[in-house]
C-alpha cells in the first residue's frame, strides 16, 4: 500500500526510532511492503521508516537506472534494519541529495566516502557490507533519518541548495 510520505516540519522526522526487536514478523512484512510501494511510486532511491510515520530502524535502497539520479551507480536493493555504520576513513566527498521529505529540492551535502554497514533483513539475517561513493552516500543519508537527521541539516555551505529544475534545467527528474 502506497503510504504518505511525511515532509520537513512533522516533528516525527526529528525523532530517533526504535530497534526492531522482531523479525519476519506479519507486521515487519507489511511495513516493508508499504515501504516499497512507496518508493517505487515515488521514483526514490531509498526510504526510511519515519518517513511514512512508523520510528522503527528500518530503511530500504536500491538504485537501477533511476532517472531521478541518472549518474549514480547501481546499488543493490536492499533492506537494512537496526543499521550500524562504521566509517573507513575519514575522506569526505561532496554530492547532492534529494529526499522524498524535501519535495522539489536538492542539496550539495558532505558524506564520508566509504565505510562499513551492517544490521539485518526483514528475516533476521546478516548483512555486512564495505562500500564507497554514491552507495555509501545512500546509506548515511537513509540511516540518518533513523536518528530524526534530514540531509540540509547535514549540509556546510546553505547557499548549494535549491529547487531541483532551476539548479539542473533540462534534466528529466521526477518533481522532487
Ligand atoms: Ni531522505
Same mark, same amino acid.
Given at each position: 500500500?502506497?503510504?504518505?510520505?511525511?515532509?520537513?516540519?512533522?516533528?516525527?522526522?526529528?525523532?530517533?526510532?526504535? @530497534?526492531?526487536? =522482531?523479525?519476519?514478523? &506479519?507486521?515487519?512484512? +507489511?511495513?516493508? #511492503?508499504?515501504?516499497?510501494?512507496t518508493m517505487a511510486h515515488l521514483d526514490g532511491a531509498?526510504l526510511a521508516a519515519p518517513q511514512i510515520g512508523v $520510528? !522503527? *530502524?528500518?530503511v530500504i535502497f536500491g538504485v537501477s537506472v533511476n &532517472? *531521478?539520479? /541518472?549518474?549514480?551507480?547501481?546499488?543493490?536493493? =536492499?533492506?537494512?534494519?537496526? /543499521?550500524?555504520?562504521?566509517?573507513?576513513? @575519514?575522506? $569526505? #566527498?561532496?554530492?547532492? #541529495?534529494?529526499?522524498?521529505?524535501? &519535495?522539489?529540492?536538492?542539496?550539495?551535502? /558532505?558524506?564520508? $566516502?566509504?565505510?562499513?554497514?551492517?544490521?539485518?533483513?526483514?528475516?533476521?539475517?546478516?548483512?555486512?557490507?564495505?562500500?564507497?561513493?554514491?552507495? +555509501?552516500?545512500?546509506? !548515511?543519508?537513509?540511516?540518518?533519518?533513523?536518528?530524526?537527521?534530514?540531509? /540540509?541539516?547535514?549540509?556546510?555551505?546553505?547557499?548549494?541548495?535549491?529547487? =531541483?529544475?532551476? $539548479?539542473? &534545467?533540462?534534466? !528529466?527528474?521526477?518533481?522532487?
Amino acid at each position: 500500500m502506497i503510504r504518505e510520505v511525511l515532509r520537513m516540519g512533522d516533528s516525527r522526522l526529528l525523532a530517533v526510532s526504535r @530497534k526492531v526487536e =522482531t523479525f519476519a514478523s &506479519p507486521e515487519l512484512l +507489511a511495513l516493508i #511492503e508499504d515501504m516499497r510501494d512507496t518508493m517505487a511510486h515515488l521514483d526514490g532511491a531509498g526510504l526510511a521508516a519515519p518517513q511514512i510515520g512508523v $520510528l !522503527q *530502524r528500518v530503511v530500504i535502497f536500491g538504485v537501477s537506472v533511476n &532517472p *531521478r539520479y /541518472p549518474d549514480a551507480e547501481d546499488v543493490p536493493e =536492499t533492506v537494512l534494519i537496526n /543499521p550500524v555504520i562504521e566509517t573507513l576513513g @575519514k575522506e $569526505l #566527498e561532496e554530492g547532492w #541529495e534529494g529526499c522524498l521529505s524535501v &519535495p522539489g529540492l536538492r542539496g550539495l551535502v /558532505p558524506r564520508f $566516502l566509504r565505510l562499513r554497514y551492517r544490521g539485518m533483513d526483514q528475516f533476521g539475517a546478516t548483512i555486512d557490507r564495505s562500500v564507497e561513493g554514491f552507495h +555509501a552516500r545512500v546509506v !548515511q543519508h537513509e540511516c540518518d533519518h533513523l536518528d530524526g537527521i534530514l540531509y /540540509p541539516m547535514r549540509m556546510t555551505d546553505m547557499s548549494k541548495l535549491g529547487f =531541483t529544475d532551476v $539548479l539542473f &534545467p533540462g534534466r !528529466q527528474d521526477s518533481e522532487d
